[in-house]
């Protein structure tokens, strides 16, 4: 299959991760939509990965550069979630509430 | 190399150390040897003694530039932990945790000025955004500090994403298919679209990690909710590793390229200039007056990356030096008042003329009045702005908008030395002799810097 449908996929689910963020109310599901757009880029580094390994001259060292990208993006993302986690659970203990609107009470 | 490896060690330590302290106020002291430790290892590696020898395969690359930046952010860490220890130890409980984050942070710190590849910046910005989120809501009673780390922590993590995906868009754009820097194909003529894309992209991400305008109304709110001993370290040595990073990449990657991406810069660099100016005229409180300063002095910065010349890089060297020490001993200063608001500030002069004084020359280098470190870093930023030559009106505007921010600091100054302390008792601050002699000499290495900027600058070029 051609690069650019892979291209087209992760950039539609990028944007559907971006518009979700920044529409959303409800935190657990703004950061879902963060995980998408992560996890989007994910796709697209492997698909470009295999493009570099099946050109007319295999790219071997930047095919494989690229899916230990993924690995680290992966182990990052593991570490957002627990860190973000932990913040939302802890803004539910002091509010009962994860809405985003609540933020708007720091500008007051 | 030496402070990668050092301070990630030092972090875990304090980590575990946690258990065995008995005592809440034995961390700072393992906290400041760590520091010192830190600091020699870093100056030893200056020159040119590397105590562990790991083949990075370039991915690591250490030059005079990256390491002097980190000897200003470990000296200005040491000033950050011997100002704020007391203070950080009355935050909450983990005392020893919140020691540990700040070292992770270092070690993000000392990537993020040494980085060679994409990967080590995005793991550079990362281990230092982390650890930020959970300093911001370390104060986890108090409803702002959560908001404001919820925030801090969904902004941070969506700018990542835009930097993945422009990462990710450069990687599959140049036909090299490398993630290293200085490797990045750009063609000739115009960009392909893809690096196009990407480098928008990465604009954007690092504009949110360095709080430049239109990306910046996060900072505010989050500089405003976190306890605000660790506001002072995110206001200023996160924020400047950022442009570090931001510099490097720019000048290492896109370069030759900078006739198309100047304009984009220099209207961000507009952009922040007006707003952090004008909203902080408008504060009434000092914290969050502080916190829209650090949005015009991103300003400022912005220009060394707008003119990518010598001269930007020695400015962001002296800049980085001079607005770290001011800020956080203005913030050292703020955290002993009881009341944030400028009216806290009447009349200090009468009963803590050294505070007093101190906060004078702080709140002047920030101003950039001459004679003070921060009229000299002022001075190099615009010069390499004319130095470049492009866009002017940008130089013209940078001036206007210092006049501008001394409108709010000589607001405190003046509430400091000419309004009528509260009637009654002066209220009792909580300050020690030891802490006068630190910010005495705070106000004169603000000083020394201002007469001699040549002593830190020449630095780079040893």
């Known amino acids: 299959m051609e690069i650019k449908w892979y291209l087209f996929l ?60 993924v690995f680290f993006i992966m182990i990052v993302a593991a570490a957002e979630v627990s860190v973000g986690l932990a913040i939302i659970v802890m803004m539910y203990r002091n509010t009962k509430s994860i809405d985003i609107n609540f933020l708007n009470r720091l500008k007051n | 190399m030496n402070a990668i490896i050092i301070s990630a060690l030092w972090g875990v330590v304090m980590m575990f150390g946690g258990v065995f302290f008995k005592k809440s106020t034995i961390p700072k002291y393992w906290a400041i040897a760590g520091i010192i430790i830190l600091l020699a290892a870093n100056i030893l590696e200056f020159r040119g003694i590397q105590i562990f020898n790991i083949d990075v395969k370039g991915m690591l690359h250490f030059d005079n530039f990256g390491l002097q930046f980190n000897t200003i952010s470990f000296i200005c860490t040491f000033l950050f932990f011997l100002l704020n220890g007391r203070e950080i130890e009355k935050v909450g409980e983990n005392v020893s945790e919140y020691f540990a984050l700040i070292f992770f942070i270092l070690c993000g710190v000392s990537i993020s000025s040494s980085f060679n590849t994409l990967l080590m910046l995005f793991l550079g910005i990362e281990i230092m ?70 480098l928008v992209l990465l604009v954007v991400s690092m504009s949110f990690k360095v709080s430049a305008a239109p990306f910046h109304f996060w900072a505010a709110d989050v500089y405003d909710g976190a306890p605000t001993v660790f506001t002072s370290f995110m206001a200023t040595i996160v924020k400047i590793a950022g442009f570090i990073a931001f510099i490097r990449l720019f000048q290492v990657s896109f370069g030759i390229i900078q006739q198309q991406w100047q304009m984009l810069i220099a209207v961000i660099t507009a952009a922040t200039l007006l707003i952090g100016n004008l909203t902080a005229v408008f504060q009434q409180s000092v914290k969050r007056m502080l916190a829209y300063s650090s949005i015009a002095h991103a300003g400022f910065m912005m220009f060394a990356l707008f003119a990518l010349n010598n001269t930007a890089k020695e400015g962001l060297i002296l800049y980085a030096l001079s607005y770290s020490v001011a800020t956080i001993g203005m913030f050292a200063i703020l955290v002993k008042m009881s009341d944030y608001t400028i009216e806290g500030f009447n009349g200090l002069y009468k009963y803590q003329p050294v505070l007093a004084c101190t906060a004078t020359i702080f709140l002047l280098s920030l101003t950039g009045i001459p004679l003070t470190a921060g009229f000299a870093s002022k001075f190099y930023m615009l010069l390499a702005a004319v130095k470049d030559g492009h866009q002017i009106w940008l130089v013209v505007l940078a001036v206007i908008c210092a006049a501008i921010s001394a409108v709010y600091y000589f607001r405190a100054i003046q509430a400091i030395y000419f309004k009528e302390p509260p009637a009654g008792a002066y209220p009792q601050l909580d300050v020690t002799r030891n802490f006068k002699y630190l910010l005495i000499i705070s106000a004169a290495i603000i000083i020394l810097a201002g007469i001699l900027p040549s002593l830190v600058v020449d630095w780079l070029y040893y």
């Open chain 1, 10 to 69: 992760s950039i539609a689910l990028f944007c559907i991760g971006v518009v979700g963020a920044l529409t959303r109310r409800n935190s657990i599901i703004v950061f879902m939509c963060i995980e998408l757009m992560l996890n989007s880029v994910n796709l697209l580094l492997v698909a470009f990965s295999k493009m570099h390994l099946g050109g007319a001259i295999p790219n071997v060292a930047s095919a494989i550069n690229a899916q230990i990208f």
């Open chain 2, 129 to 198: 955004s982390i650890p930020s989120y959970i300093l911001t809501g370390s104060d986890k009673r108090n409803l702002k500090s959560n908001e404001a780390s919820l925030k801090y922590f969904l902004m941070g993590a969506f700018s990542t994403g835009l930097m993945l995906m422009g990462i990710a868009l450069i990687y599959g754009g140049n036909s090299l298919g490398s993630f290293y820097i200085n490797m990045i194909e750009l063609g000739t003529g115009k960009m392909p679209v893809m690096i196009a894309a990407g």
